[in-house]
T-cell receptor, first 115, second 108 residues
Framework: DAGVIQSPRHEVTEMGQEVTLRCKPISGHNSLFWYRQTMMRGLELLIYFNNNVPIDDSGMPEDRFSAKMPNASFSTLKIQPSEPRDSAVYFC?????????????FGPGTRLLVL | DAKTTQPPSMDCAEGRAANLPCNHSTISGNEYWYRQIHSQGPQYIIHGLKNNETNEMASLIITEDRKSSTLILPHATLRDTAVYYCIVRVHNTDKLIFGTGTRLQVFP
């Protein structure tokens, strides 16, 4: 099992540029989660999907952030335009949703630096 | 929403048991433990609801009133140095709320 795959692993960009982060969940999983981690705020949930449908996006910081899940094996998190305060590690996680209480498995993360 | 309280840091000698405590404000669903080594993605350790649980990584002891728990690493190694998170699920959702965790340092 390859686990959750994220790309790129590192991204350095300039303020104002568009950034797209990608995630491939574990095959067969039907829930997908995007998290952001910073020293100041710790690990925060941004948005999650069940069966490709966004369920809760209350953690998305503002309209510059958007997430999509066009199919069960792929999701993107886009920041447009990016700002220096968006610098963080972004994690994707997936789980097999059944009746609630399922274990989430995390990817290795994407380290984003916005200059 | 349910909230957990953990000590910010703990030390443990290699080969000894590491006992990491967690207190809950309210809890209705499963309690989960994850750990994060350096800046890697959080790694699932164990979860439980009412009964004590054990797997190849750790044991989880939950008090009868479910207001506190202890994660036990029976024979800590240097590779167990990490931040350990005790998490409860937000009621009726799939959301896990990560706190600040306990930074466990295992020393030789």
């Amino acid at each position: 099992d390859a686990g959750v795959i994220q790309s790129p692993r590192h991204e350095v960009t300039e303020m104002g540029q568009e950034v797209t982060l990608r995630c491939k969940p574990i095959s067969g999983h039907n829930s997908l989660f995007w998290y952001r981690q910073t020293m100041m705020r710790g690990l925060e949930l941004l948005i999650y999907f069940n069966n490709n449908v966004p369920i809760d996006d209350s953690g998305m910081p503002e309209d510059r952030f958007s997430a999509k899940m066009p199919n069960a094996s792929f999701s993107t998190l886009k920041i447009q335009p990016s700002e220096p305060r968006d610098s963080a590690v972004y994690f994707c996680a997936s789980s097999l949703y059944q009746r609630g209480g399922e274990t989430q498995y995390f990817g290795p993360g994407t380290r984003l630096l916005v200059l | 929403d349910a909230k957990t309280t953990q000590p910010p840091s703990m030390d443990c000698a290699e080969g000894r048991a590491a006992n990491l405590p967690c207190n809950h404000s309210t809890i209705s669903g499963n309690e989960y433990w994850y750990r994060q080594i350096h800046s890697q993605g959080p790694q699932y350790i164990i979860h439980g609801l009412k009964n004590n649980e054990t797997n190849e990584m750790a044991s989880l002891i939950i008090t009868e009133d479910r207001k506190s728990s202890t994660l036990i690493l029976p024979h800590a190694t240097l590779r167990d140095t990490a931040v350990y998170y005790c998490i409860v699920r937000v009621h009726n959702t799939d959301k896990l709320i990560f706190g600040t965790g306990t930074r466990l340092q295992v020393f030789p």
